[in-house]
């Protein structure tokens, strides 16, 4: 269970629009009775939930702007708490004098305080608004993280599964599951509670088919989160091979435009050149690097070295070959060397495809294995998109899909985990009742973290530092 810290109580304020100039910025405020606040701004109360109009004064009672102020008392609030909102025009000296009057009435107000114990007006922590809503119940872990992720989407389809999961679509899989495996333990905690009883509660139940139930539902879930997750995350894919084998140009043609220099002199490329693109709305982070071959040139070789780096880094590797240089005793030997170097750096989950590149520039097209494609024409160009999404997992968009994170996915697998321990010993009937209930008590803990029911205020720091302040 989470626990409310001190600074929890304070209350809060901060610019909740992005930085830099726009028609609108927006400071936030929020806190337990944050009337005086109101009161000290305005010279007047706020009707909740509706628009005013008015102007923002300094202290003197000169304008710093007119727009309008929105006041949503707790507990119909985003965070919970009463949350004041102050729209004005969006440039930033506006929205800091803004920001800097709300902490100044603030501090007027603090001698007047009835008890001194509560805390003043001070500026938000990242993420500390979606925190609160978190902690208030206005919203769980999940939907919070979504919070971000919406923000941080990259493609349309990762907007979408964030909505989603914002929406709570994510939470509702989570808690079928919890309520499943709740059902299934009150069935184990009735039979060891009356053991003389003549009934089998687990048999009569069917707490084998309930289990085997629950495993199938959570393999469903597990895989809509591990295609949210590359919605989130994408993949990264490095290109590798030897010079002037076409990886830069290979680049700019997946990505569409002329990223990386394109010459025919060896060793042109002397750093890592990167481009995020989208298939099928999934992120594919694809890095063009040095070639690789022995060089004594000292700037190559530590564009040689951070090639090397990038490759024990990456999701995939794309392995780039010269179709005109196929028969050429000295470039198959590179080859062979490059391909064995790759072999021991990469586990064997890392995938290598081996691309033949220039395929304009040949008369036939015969290779042992490896995909064809010209990065001049663009000739095979699809058929490569449509191999990276394979071997990333990655399947036709449903539309179920929700954004999911690297934490979300290793609860489940200790759920996953869990949940075939406790198959093993349901199996072994009686004799091992209590290592069955433990094992789905872990399991529900499992769950419970994704949601945050069951966590650490040690992980909703890491999770909320990443935050935008002012979210």
Not at 150 to 162: F, M
Not at 301 to 322: P, S
Not at 346 to 373: F, M, R
Not at 446 to 458: K, R
Request: net charge negative; hydrophobic share 45%.
């Amino acid at each position: 269970m989470t626990v409310s810290l001190p600074r929890h109580q304070d209350p809060i304020a901060a610019i909740a629009t992005a930085p830099g100039r726009g028609a609108v910025g927006i400071v936030r405020v929020s806190g337990s009775n944050i009337g005086a606040l109101i009161q000290a701004l305005f010279a007047r109360p706020l009707k909740p939930r509706e628009a005013t109009y008015t102007a923002f004064l300094d202290r003197t009672g000169l304008a710093i702007d007119q727009g309008l102020a929105l006041y949503f008392p707790a507990p119909h609030s985003f965070t919970g708490e009463d949350v004041l909102e102050l729209q004005a025009h969006g440039g930033p000296v506006v929205l800091q004098l803004l920001l800097a009057r709300c902490l100044e009435a603030a501090a007027e107000l603090e001698p007047l305080r009835q008890t001194p114990r509560l805390p003043g007006l001070r500026v938000a922590l990242p993420g500390e608004f979606s925190e609160r809503a978190f902690l208030n119940d206005k919203i769980d872990l999940t939907q919070a993280e979504a919070i971000a992720d919406l923000i941080d989407a990259s493609t349309e389809a990762a907007a979408r599964s964030a909505s989603r999961s914002l929406s709570g679509a994510f939470s509702q899989e989570i808690h079928s599951l919890r309520d499943a495996l709740i059902q299934l333990r009150m069935l184990v905690e009735a039979t060891l509670d009356f053991p003389e009883e003549e009934i089998d509660f687990l048999r009569k139940a069917d707490a084998h088919g309930q289990l085997s139930k629950l495993q199938q539902s959570l393999q469903t879930v597990l895989q809509r989160a591990r295609q949210g997750a590359l919605l989130r995350e994408g993949i990264k894919v490095v290109i590798a091979g030897q010079p002037n084998a076409g990886k830069s140009s290979l680049l700019n043609a997946l990505a569409g435009a002329e990223l990386a220099i394109v010459t025919p002199v060896a060793g042109t490329t002397r750093d890592k050149v990167q481009q995020t693109i989208q298939i099928e709305g999934v992120p594919v982070h694809v890095i063009d690097t040095a070639g690789l071959r022995d060089s004594e040139d000292e700037i190559e070789k530590i564009g040689i070295a951070r090639a090397w780096d990038a490759i024990e880094t990456a999701d995939a590797v794309l392995f780039l070959h010269d179709l005109t240089r196929r028969d050429a005793i000295d470039y198959i030997v590179d080859d062979a060397v490059i391909a064995e170097a790759l072999a021991q750096k990469l586990p064997p989950s890392v995938p290598i495809i081996d691309l033949w590149n220039k395929a304009d520039a040949v008369a036939t097209l015969s290779v042992d294995g490896g995909l064809t494609l010209s990065a001049k024409t663009g000739a095979g160009l699809d058929v490569l998109r449509h191999k990276l999404l394979e071997v990333a997992g990655w399947q036709s968009a449903p539309e179920g899909v929700y954004i999911a994170r690297e934490r979300h996915l290793q609860a489940l697998r200790q759920v996953d985990g869990h949940l075939m321990e406790a198959s093993a010993h349901l199996a072994a009937n009686a004799q091992s009742l209590d290592l069955l209930a433990e094992e789905l008590r872990l399991a529900q803990n499992a769950l419970s973290e994704i949601t945050g029911e069951f966590t650490s205020d040690d992980l909703l720091g890491v999770i909320f530092s990443k935050f935008c302040i002012g979210k």
